[in-house]
Nanobody, 124 residues
């Protein structure tokens, strides 16, 4: 069992930065791949970034370089640094954890655990 708790969301203005954190506890074998996804109202869940235990990074092919994922394996925490935020980044951001067999960019790719989500709202 793995428990994921996101924090760091909030209301910001366009151009601001935010850092989301996801604190994980439980079975480390299920935390090999840690991912961030987001879901806006009326839209499908969208891949944002992922990182493996060894530090391999995954981003969408369309990534603009504004978001950076990192992890602290000692603290079992994964971070999402978001810079130059835009109103279209408004969504609920979810942290997910999966074993080594997880396909990182796909929400149904094997992630076994999900956090409760953190709301990020970017005003124009």
């Amino acid at each position: 069992q793995v428990n994921l708790v996101e924090s760091g969301g909030g209301l910001v203005q366009a151009g601001d930065s935010l850092r989301l954190s996801c604190a994980a506890s439980g079975r480390t074998s299920s935390m090999y791949v840690m991912g961030w996804f987001r879901q806006a109202p009326g839209k499908e869940r969208e891949f944002v970034a992922a990182i493996s235990w060894s530090g391999r990074l995954y981003y969408p092919e369309s990534a603009e370089g504004r978001f950076t994922i990192s992890r602290d394996n000692v603290e079992n925490t994964v971070y999402l640094q978001m810079n130059s935020l835009k109103p279209e980044d408004t969504a609920v951001y979810y942290c997910a954890a999966g074993p080594p067999t997880t396909v990182p960019r796909i929400p149904t790719g094997g992630y076994e655990y999900w956090g409760q989500g953190a709301q990020v709202t970017v005003s124009s």
